[in-house]
């Protein structure tokens, strides 16, 4: 076969390929046909690996096997991880994909062959700088949610212009490449200064806002992919870099609507710093305690319950018992819905994907939309391990700095149940009304041992 | 500006519309598997490492290749599985019970 024919049937292969990738997202709009989605993604993706093999360009194939065996070896443990982890684990292979799109980008700009033009290198510059910022980026979201690092918003004065200033001087490197490729000192400069941004804009970005976050690196990630498919001349990158890059963006804009708040106020406004004052100066007001007895009768008398869940529940671990009181309660014929806030956990559907480990029937998972209007004809809301996204404040009080963010109407029903660890304000350090509320119950404790208590509360009492 | 920069961008911004339209649709059910997906579909990168490290040019090239290769397959490896585990576990009211 001569080498313009198999260039051909090259092609024809990424053609199928990039058919199947959309397939394969288009199926992923419903659980039913979902899986066929991932099924169409790896045989579209065994398709293009198996054709590159036969690229005539490769000489050389010891390093690409060696490659292959260490990246299935690093790639199975990491698609093995609990539920609870996959928000780190996202994170963790944003990292990869832009790791390895800037270092493709970067080999480019290394290989001797031909001399880059100024064209060229004005979208290495480009790629290699987003995949960069991408890398280090994620890898401070995957250790903040690991809780390798603290949670909380890191920040000191000046810090904006410290950031700002720092992606200036990456870009203005790539600038001075543009003008002048020979000048090969400056591109590893812009790769340092590159990678130094990226820990600046994510480390003062608190836990709460990482669902948001995640979604932007996500579309970075992306972006950068089809910015080497620009590169490479590659447009099975480009499709699919367009196709990532695309879901981070409107997944960053839904959380960034889910909380009212724009994409500049997320990565440079340091959530929570201006509540800490006014928090702080509240005074102690009577809230309401009940044991999990009490929480068991009241739920046992009611024939409609929401359950809100949060990050509380994913950090207690607390979703396998949850289920178990969700059992009972079906079972002695109460109506048991879930209201899911679209950021709550951290990451987009984290708490979906929680709960379906837990084998809750996803019929039963309720955005907020959707079951906004039940709350007056509903009994009990239980509350575990959510805060903000329940907070009425952010409907009336214009000080609030989580005013007008959507939130689940729980106290229109006529019970609320909120399981917490104590009154303490989360870290974001904004206080909630819904506590003081007349028929609001707190129930104080660790949100898997008290849901424990309430299930043993129903088989002692109901055999 | 070189034809194909142009080419390719005309495929990046039909491709940038045809993922809108298609991610819209999503259910928020499944947006992290969504994330999961597309994160192994963009490790198609690892073709172009393969070609990089293939090519065996300068040793700088091969070792940046071997690495990116590693890094984009195990996303593609483990994107699809964890994908996958994750869309095994949403089960709905009915099909639990039959």
Known sequence: MNTLALQQYLDFTYIAAVVLFILAIKWLSSPVSARRGVLAGEIASAMAIAATLFNPDLVHYKWIVIALILGA???????????????????????????????????????????????????????????SLTFTGSLIAAGKLQEILPQRPIVYRGQNIVSLSVLG??????????????????????????????????????????????????????????????????????????????????????????????????????????????????????????????????????????????????????????????????????????????????????????????????????????????????????????????NPAAKTDKSSPIYGMPVLDVERSHTVMVIKRSMNPGFAGIDNPLYYLDQTLMLFGDAKAFVSNIVKEFSNSHG | MPADFISNLYVFILAGFVGFELIKRVSPLLHTPLMSLTNALDAIVVVAAIIITGRHETRLTVVLGTIAVVASFSNMVGGFFITDRMLRMFKSGKSKQS
């Open chain 1, 73 to 131: 070896g690093v790639g199975i443990p990491l698609g093995m991880v609990k539920m609870t982890a996959v928000p780190q684990r996202t994170a963790l292979s944003h990292a990869f994909g832009a790791l390895s799109a800037a270092l493709i980008g970067i080999a480019e700009y290394y290989v001797g062959t031909a001399p880059v033009s100024r064209f060229q290198m004005g979208e290495i510059g480009l790629e290699v700088i987003i995949g």
């Open chain 1, 169 to 390: 001087g990456a870009l203005g490197l790539a600038v001075a490449l543009v003008f002048n490729p020979a000048n090969t000192f400056l591109f590893p400069i812009m790769i340092v200064v590159a990678l130094t941004f990226g820990v600046l804009l994510v480390t003062p970005i608190g836990g709460a806002d990482m669902p948001t976050v995640i979604s932007l690196l996500n579309s970075y990630a992306g972006f950068s992919a089809a910015l080497l498919g620009f590169v490479l001349n590659s447009k099975v990158l480009v499709v699919a870099g367009a196709l990532d890059g695309s879901s981070g963006f409107i997944l960053s804009v839904i959380m960034c609507k889910a909380m009212n708040r724009s994409f500049t106020n997320v990565m440079f406004g340091a959530f929570g710093q201006v509540a800490t004052g006014p928090a702080a100066a509240q005074e102690a007001r009577p809230v309401k305690s009940a044991s999990p007895e009490e929480a068991a009768e009241i739920l046992g008398a009611a024939s409609k319950v929401v359950i809100v869940p949060g990050y509380g529940m994913a950090v207690a671990q607390a979703q396998h018992k949850v289920r178990e009181l969700y059992d009972l309660l079906t079972k002695r014929g109460i109506d048991v819905q879930f209201a899911i806030h679209p950021v709550a956990g951290r990451m987009p559907g984290h708490m979906n994907v929680l709960l379906a480990e837990a084998d809750v029937p996803y019929d039963h998972l309720k955005e907020m939309d959707d079951i906004n209007g039940d709350f007056p004809q509903t009994d009990v809301s239980l509350i575990i391990g959510a805060n903000d996204v329940t």
